[in-house]
T-cell receptor
Framework: GQNIDQPTEMTATEGAIVQINCTYQ??????LFWYQQHAGEAPTFLSY??LDGLEEKGRFSSFLSRSKGYSYLLLKELQMKDSASYLC??????????WGAGTKLIIKP | ETGVTQTPRHLVMGMTNKKSLKCEQH?????MYWYKQSAKKPLELMFV???????ENNSVPSRFSPECPNSSHLFLHLHTLQPEDSALYLC??????????????FGAGSRLTVL
């Protein structure tokens, strides 16, 4: 079967750095997405990786290793507004999106 | 605002009621989606419409009935639901449902409670 694994919950301190991991086993690979979802709000697109390596976008970076079936989302200089759930999703060989259950990130002052 | 608007935001209904969820997008997208989001579970794709044609129906019970009258509007008609159908129902749109980055733009969801 197809599976996406990510931690259920993480806690970090304001101003620090946190890394949210995502591992996947899917039938083929056509890209990996990260979305952010604040409580009671719409998920919003953060990043898309289709080739190995690091994609940096401001305070957020996303890394992909296709050979290891692994990605991480790196958040630097954490702010209280970064408290949210982070969803990892992989598009398989049929261009179907397979979703993880999300990681709830709690930022403490 | 994401450009995808869902109404109502909250809905409470009994098992014998009939109600509808509405989704509207003015992003010029050609694909629209219904997802179910339950606590601590992955998003479940329910239906996909591409250029107003239904291209995906992920074994969804017939008590959920989608309607896509045009590329900007999507409905989910609900009848004789079960308590386990209580969840957040998310609508999303994208340029199309094919290849490429095909980023989804989501609405804020309709929180459904079935009594």
């Amino acid at each position: 079967g197809q599976n996406i694994d990510q931690p259920t919950e993480m806690t970090a301190t304001e101003g620090a750095i946190v890394q949210i991991n995502c591992t996947y086993q899917t039938s083929g690979f056509n890209g990996l997405f990260w979305y952010q979802q604040h409580a009671g709000e719409a998920p919003t697109f953060l990043s898309y990786n289709v080739l190995d390596g690091l994609e940096e976008k401001g305070r957020f970076s996303s890394f992909l290793s296709r050979s290891k079936g692994y990605s991480y989302l790196l958040l630097k200089e954490l702010q209280m507004k970064d408290s949210a759930s982070y969803l990892c999703a992989v598009r398989d060989s049929n261009y179907q999106l397979i979703w993880g259950a999300g990681t709830k990130l709690i930022i403490k002052p | 605002e994401t450009g995808v608007t869902q109404t109502p935001r909250h809905l409470v209904m009994g098992m014998t009621n009939k109600k509808s969820l509405k989704c509207e997008q003015h992003l010029g997208h050609n694909a629209m989606y219904w997802y179910k989001q339950s606590a601590k579970k992955p998003l479940e794709l329910m239906f996909v419409y591409n250029f107003k044609e239904q291209t995906e129906n992920n074994s969804v019970p017939s008590r959920f009935s989608p309607e896509c009258p045009n590329s900007s509007h999507l409905f989910l008609h609900l009848h004789t639901l079960q308590p386990e159908d209580s969840a957040l129902y998310l609508c999303a749109s994208s340029q199309d449902s094919g290849s490429g980055a095909n980023v989804l733009t989501f609405g804020a969801g309709s929180r459904l409670t079935v009594l």
